[in-house]
Structure formats: structure tokens, C-alpha cells
């Protein structure tokens, strides 16, 4: 690996298609600083939650609210979708014709159902606790986990939408570079989707169901 393939920001196209490769290296990594930029938000969002994670306001607290099974399947869905958006990945890198193109729309189908999975998953327990009076407007945890979890839930919704748009270019447009590259775009959006959600998984949810 040559040195500009090692900094690379994102999936190496390498010898597969070099000028895909080469507009990717400052596309790619113009959206790695935006990723950075949402991570700041989502780090701020967690840094709320957690000094008002004691303002339950006498209401629900996370022990009352949280499931741990429900947000396990939803972390499983999540991290099982980075896996075939990968896969879809490689039949990208390796595509030869329209057998590739044809496995690289399954993968990306794949991701978007569970995508949408997830997002069934995680509205039916915001609805479950809901309807048990733990509200947003309840208290000051509630509003701060509401803040979290919902935007993070936008994301993946937005990604959904970014996966249907991807899946309609590609039988109009073909894998040229403009579509490769959204692609990788995605990808790193997708795979920081993830990340996010074991942080939530990890502070938010298995947290609270010990405090």
C-alpha cells in the first residue's frame, strides 16, 4: 500500500477505479470534519444528559422506564445492518458488471430494512413510555434523554432516506464516480450511526437500568 492509500480517509477503491479513488480523497475526508461536527453535538447532547440524569422531578426515573431486551434487539439490528452496508461496500470496490450491481442493491436493501427495524423498534418503546406519563416535558431527564435518543433516531431516519436515494442513482446513474463517492459518504455516516448508538446503549440504557 502506497503511502497516499494509507491516509485514505474512508473505503480504499485502490487499483479498482484510481479516479474514483483520487476525487475521494478530499470529498471523503470534507465529510469526515462534518461527521466530527456532529459528533460534537452528540457529545454535547451526552454531557446534558448527564447532569440531568438526577432531575426526575419525582417522576419516572430510567430504572422505571428503561427495557433492556427491546434496546439489545435494537443495538443487534443496528450493528448487523454495518455489517451488510459493508458487504455492500465490497461489491462496490469489486464490481464487474451487473452481477456485482446486483448484490451491491441487496446489500444496501438489507441495511435499509433493518435500518427501518430499528426505527420501528425504537418508536414503539418511545410509545411505551409515553404512555406511561414519562413525557419530555415530565422532567429534566426525560427532556435530555428525549433530546438524545431522538436525534440520534433522525439520523438513522435521514440515512434511510440517503439508502433509498442511493438505490435509485445507481440503476439510472451506473457506479460512476459521482455515485462511488456518495457511497462511501454513507458508509462513514452509517458506521458513525453505529458508534453512536453503543455509546447510548452503553451510558444511556445499561447505566440507568443500574442506578
Known amino acids: 500500500m502506497s503511502g497516499a492509500d494509507a491516509k485514505h480517509a474512508g473505503l480504499n477503491l485502490g487499483d479498482q477505479d484510481p479516479r474514483a479513488h483520487a476525487k475521494a480523497e478530499s470529498d471523503v475526508f470534507g465529510f469526515w470534519i462534518f461527521l466530527m461536527s456532529d459528533a460534537v453535538i452528540f457529545a454535547l447532547l451526552f454531557a446534558t444528559y448527564g447532569v440531568m440524569l438526577a432531575g426526575t422531578a419525582g417522576g419516572p426515573t430510567p430504572a422505571d422506564e428503561y427495557k433492556i431486551l427491546p434496546a439489545f434487539i435494537e443495538t443487534l439490528i443496528l450493528l448487523t445492518s454495518s455489517l451488510t452496508f459493508g ?94 463517492i456518495n ?29
Open 87 to 180: 458487504m455492500a461496500s465490497v461489491a462496490m470496490k469489486h464490481d464487474d458488471g451487473t452481477g456485482r450491481r446486483r448484490a451491491l442493491l441487496g446489500w444496501l436493501a438489507v441495511t435499509l430494512a433493518l435500518g427501518v427495524g430499528f426505527l420501528a423498534f425504537e418508536f414503539r418503546d418511545f410509545a411505551t413510555m409515553i404512555a406511561d406519563g414519562a413525557v419530555p416535558s415530565r422532567s429534566g431527564y426525560l427532556s435530555s434523554f428525549f433530546g438524545l435518543v431522538s436525534l440520534h433516531g433522525v439520523h438513522v431516519a435521514a440515512g434511510c432516506l440517503w439508502l433509498i436515494v442511493m438505490m435509485v442513482q445507481i440503476p439510472v446513474f451506473g457506479l460512476d464516480d459521482r455515485v462511488k
Open 183 to 211: 457511497l462511501l459518504r454513507l458508509g462513514l455516516f452509517w458506521h458513525f450511526l453505529d458508534i453512536v448508538w453503543i455509546a447510548i446503549f452503553s451510558v444511556v440504557y445499561l447505566q440507568g437500568l443500574i442506578r
